[in-house]
């Protein structure tokens, strides 16, 4: 069984930042992806960023050049450096891995973005 846990959402100011890190336990032998998605109550779940095996990386554009993904595999460990944020960035941010062909969710983090 495989469970992802998020930490480092809270509160920050505009313009300021966080690092979100997203730990994998359980039977895990490869990644294809991680990832994060965010979801704001009654809105669909939209993605953030993803990261393969291979280390390609996809972003949305609305947060290209101020977000960055990064993973340690000998740690199971993804990572969402968060620069610059905006009150728009507010939500619940949800780590996603996809391991041997299976969907797993986080339970997510909140970040509110507010001055």
């Known amino acids: 069984q495989v469970q992802l846990v998020e930490s480092g959402g809270g509160l920050v100011q505009p313009g300021g930042s966080l690092r979100l890190s997203c730990a994998a336990s359980g039977t895990i032998f490869s990644f294809n992806v991680m990832g994060w998605y965010r979801q704001a109550p009654g809105k669909e779940r939209e993605l953030v960023a993803t990261?393969?095996?291979?280390?390609?990386?996809n972003y949305a554009d609305s947060v290209k050049g101020r977000f960055t993904i990064s993973r340690d595999n000998a740690k199971n460990t993804v990572y969402l450096q968060m620069n610059n944020l905006k009150p728009e960035d507010t939500n619940i941010y949800l780590c996603y891995a996809n391991i041997a062909g299976r969907n797993y969710w986080g339970k997510g983090t909140l970040v509110t973005v507010s001055s």
């Open positions: 990261i393969s095996s291979d280390d390609i990386t």
